[in-house]
């Protein structure tokens, strides 16, 4: 098995440059899994500045105590500064193609610095590829795997197939902590530098990033509504999409984007859930070059009574057709999983 690791480095509490404790969690679970299988592989990929190849090291030499072959690869040029999510997710899906493949692709589910949730189900879709949200139990079964999820207030139970992109909850596992001393014994030909000319021509970096429609106003407002979330309506939209069919965010996605490339609205709302979350990002990919905005507000701010004094919403019902690499095997809401 190859496996792919996203690690980030943060300022932590002291002031000091880390690893992301997330980062360290997806660090530490890919590890595992790759030493599980026996003859598994795991590449840790960052993207920063010169300083963050301290946590490729700190990876590396986790995987070393684990007899996991393990590498590290520093995305490093100043053409990806201001690079938001999306263009983040470009330079990260154009070196995982490059190295690839990979059969799983693990991430933190947010970071300490920023907590957006939005690279995860970008990258996924870059990569075309099933993705699952803040993991907090994982297992490979041949080319399958089960993933049980936190999410905000319940629990999904899902079976993917590979290859996959996973994002790690806290509490997933222990994050990675190798002594200093094994981090200093790291061989320098483990970790490889790459620029933005070594991906292609780009675009890179703010030219990459989401970019909003500022000339488009009186453009209508769509909202997307979770299925199985009743207490959620469409706020003051002036259009709700219906969704039939499957209701699995890979593929909502790809039925609200080719709605919206149509209907060109000025904004596409989704509430702040790990399901609308995914929906959102994926659909961002989507519309990157259609100038619509997508918009994750908080659930109450699609509660079910609508603000405007005008006419109510129309709704408009999207018939969603199933990729079936998600397979959903339950979902729970404010309890316990059923092990």
């Keep these: ?4 690791v996203l690690v980030k480095q943060v300022i932590g509490p002291g002031g000091e440059l880390v690893m992301d404790e997330l980062s360290g969690m997806a660090v530490a679970q890919a590890v595992e899994l790759c030493a599980a299988v026996g003859d598994g ?3 840790a990929i960052a993207l920063g500045p010169e300083a963050a190849e301290a946590v490729l090291r700190e990876a590396i030499a986790w995987g070393r105590t684990w007899s996991v072959m393990t590498d590290g690869i520093l995305l490093v040029d100043p053409a990806f500064d201001g690079s938001d999510t999306l263009a983040a997710a470009r330079a990260l899906a154009a070196v995982i193609t490059r190295e690839g493949p990979f059969d799983l692709v693990l991430l933190g589910a947010d970071s300490s610095d920023t907590n957006i ?3 995860g189900p970008q990258l996924a879709e870059l990569l075309d590829l099933p993705f699952v949200a803040a993991a907090r139990y994982l297992s490979m079964q041949g080319s399958r795997v089960h993933v049980r999820g936190r999410h905000e207030d319940g629990w999904l ?5 590979l290859p996959a992109v996973v994002s790690c909850a806290a509490e997933l596992t222990d994050p990675c902590d190798p002594e200093p001393a094994a981090q200093a014994l790291v061989p320098s030909d483990l970790i490889r530098s790459l620029t933005a000319s070594d991906l292609g021509p780009g675009p890179w970096g703010a030219a990459a990033s989401t970019q909003h429609d500022t000339t488009s106003q009186g453009r209508s407002t769509a909202a997307v509504l979770e299925p199985g979330r009743p207490d959620l309506g469409a706020g003051d939209a002036d259009t709700v999409l219906e969704l039939t069919g499957s209701f699995v965010a890979e593929d909502v996605a790809r ?4 709605w919206a490339h149509a209907a060109t609205p000025e904004r596409v709302l989704l509430p702040n859930t790990a399901w609308g979350r995914e929906v959102a990002g994926r659909v961002t990919v989507r519309l990157s070059s259609d100038r619509v905005a997508i918009e994750v507000v908080r659930p109450e701010a699609l509660l079910s009574t609508p603000r405007r004094e005008s006419a109510p919403p129309s709704v408009q019902k999207i ?3 199933p990729r079936w690499r998600v397979r959903i095997a339950s979902r729970s809401r404010g309890t316990s999983p059923t092990l």
């Design 157 to 161: 139970q899902a079976v993917i197939e």
């Design 319 to 321: 018939a969603v057709q």
């Design 255 to 258: 039925a609200v984007a080719e």
């Design 1 to 4: 098995m190859n496996a792919a």
């Design 41 to 43: 592989m795991c590449t």
């Design 117 to 119: 949730g939005q690279l």
